[in-house]
C-alpha cells in the first residue's frame, strides 16, 4: 500500500510523504561501536519518498546485498516550510514525532565508504525508512528527554535516550535548512544510538517512543 502519514490518535494528517533527511552520526555511543570518528560538522544524507513504509506494512530486506541493519530513530514530521530557520522557527515548524528505521545495507555501506563513494544504494532504497504514526507535538512536549529503543523478539538491543544527541532536535532542523529547504510532509532522522544489528526474515520488532511501543516485522 502507498504510505501515507498519519497521527496515532487517527485525526486527519494532510502532508505528503516527502524527503527524510537523516544524520549520519549523533550519538557518541554509536559512534564508537563503528570506530567512526566524531564529525566537526554534521554528515547529512536524504532518502526519497519511496523510502517510507509504514510500520504495519513488512519490512523487506533487499536480497543478495550483504547485512541489512536496523538503526531506530527519533523521526520528526515537518509541516512548515524551513529554510536558514533558526532553532526556535524550526521548533514550531514541527508537525509531529515518531519512530522511525533508518535501513542501512552495512556490508554496501562499509565498501562505499572504503572506496570514497557516496552511500545512496546502502541507505535510500525503497523501503528503507519504515515509520510510524506521529504523535502530535503537544504529546510530546519535552522531545529531548526521552527514551527511545528497540526490541527484536522481546530482547532489549536499542536503548538510547533523546538527551544523548550531540546536536538537539531543533538546532539539527536549523542546520539541515541551511543546505536543504524543509517542506510540510518532510521527515528528520536524528541519529541512532549505539546497538546497531543484522535483521532477519521473520524478526518480530517493537520500536519505542517515550514508553510506547510499535510492532513491526521483516518480511
Ligand atoms: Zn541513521
Redesign the pocket.
Known amino acids: 500500500m502507498a504510505y501515507q502519514h498519519r497521527y496515532l490518535d487517527g485525526s486527519p494528517l494532510a502532508l505528503p510523504a516527502g524527503k527524510v533527511v537523516?544524520?549520519?552520526r549523533n550519538y557518541l555511543d554509536h559512534i564508537r561501536e563503528l570506530n567512526n570518528a566524531p564529525p566537526d560538522t554534521p554528515i547529512l544524507f536524504i532518502k526519497p519518498a519511496t523510502s517510507l513504509s509504514a510500520l504495519d506494512d513488512p519490512i523487506r530486506l533487499p536480497a543478495g546485498r550483504g547485512g541489512c541493519h536496523h538503526?531506530v530513530?527519533l523521526a520528526v514530521l515537518v509541516g512548515q516550510e524551513l529554510r536558514d530557520a533558526d532553532a526556535a522557527t524550526a521548533r514550531q515548524g514541527v508537525a509531529g514525532y515518531g519512530v522511525a528505521l533508518?535501513l542501512?545495507l552495512r556490508d554496501l555501506q562499509t565498501e562505499l565508504k572504503r572506496k570514497g563513494y557516496p552511500w545512496e544504494t546502502a541507505?535510500a532504497f525503497d523501503g528503507s525508512c519504515p515509520l510510524s504514526p506521529f504523535l502530535k507535538p503537544r504529546d510530546l512536549p519535552d522531545p529531548q528527554a526521552v527514551e527511545i529503543t528497540l526490541r527484536i523478539g522481546g530482547e532489549f538491543r536499542q536503548q538510547g535516550h533523546t538527551g544523548q544527541m550531540m546536536i538537539g532536535i531543533f538546532d539539527l532542523m536549523a542546520h539541515i535548512s541551511t543546505h536543504f529547504t524543509l517542506l510540510p510532509g518532510d521527515v528528520v532522522?536524528t541519529?541512532?544510538p549505539a546497538g546497531v544489528g543484522p535483521l532477519r526474515s521473520g524478526d518480530q520488532l517493537l520500536l519505542g517512543l517515550a514508553g510506547r511501543e510499535f510492532a513491526a516485522r521483516v518480511g
Do not use: H, M, V, Y
Open positions: 537523516c544524520i549520519g538503526e530513530e533508518d542501512t541507505k532522522l541519529g541512532t
